[in-house]
């Protein structure tokens, strides 16, 4: 991942930066239990709204990996099992990136 473009917003305000990965990072957890939800209730075109909507800001810090699952759930008709698994798998990316971003701008 990279903040650098996140950067170039926020020049001369590290605590702006802050407050927007603190919220990026809240909003995001909120989704992914709405996520998990769809998903426990099989209802794709909620999967693949909420995977529409967190989307671009993945793209905007260039985490890759957790891009590549967003777009196949958003994008590719995967069998429930196969999906549940990618979301397990984004799960974890995600706390990862999480902890590295709270590091860095603290």
């Known amino acids: 991942y990279s903040l650098t ?11 702006g ?5 603190t919220s990026f990072i809240k909003s ?9 939800n769809a998903i426990v209730e099989n209802n794709r075109p909620e999967i693949k709204a909420i995977s529409h909507r967190i989307g671009p800001i993945f793209k905007q810090i260039q985490a890759h990996s957790i891009i590549a ?8 008709m995967y069998p ?11 799960k974890n990316k995600t706390e990862t990136l999480f902890e590295l971003l709270d590091r860095e701008v603290i």
Not at 28 to 36: C, D, G, R, W
Request: no cysteine; charged share 30%; hydrophobic share 45%.
């Open 80 to 90: 429930m099992k196969t999906i549940l698994a990618n979301f397990k798998e984004l």
């Open 69 to 76: 699952i967003l777009d196949d759930l958003e994008l590719k």
């Open 5 to 15: 473009s996140l950067q170039s917003f926020f020049v001369n305000d590290p605590e």
């Open 28 to 36: 995001t957890k909120e989704n992914l239990v709405h996520l998990e």
């Open 17 to 21: 930066l802050k407050e927007f990965i």
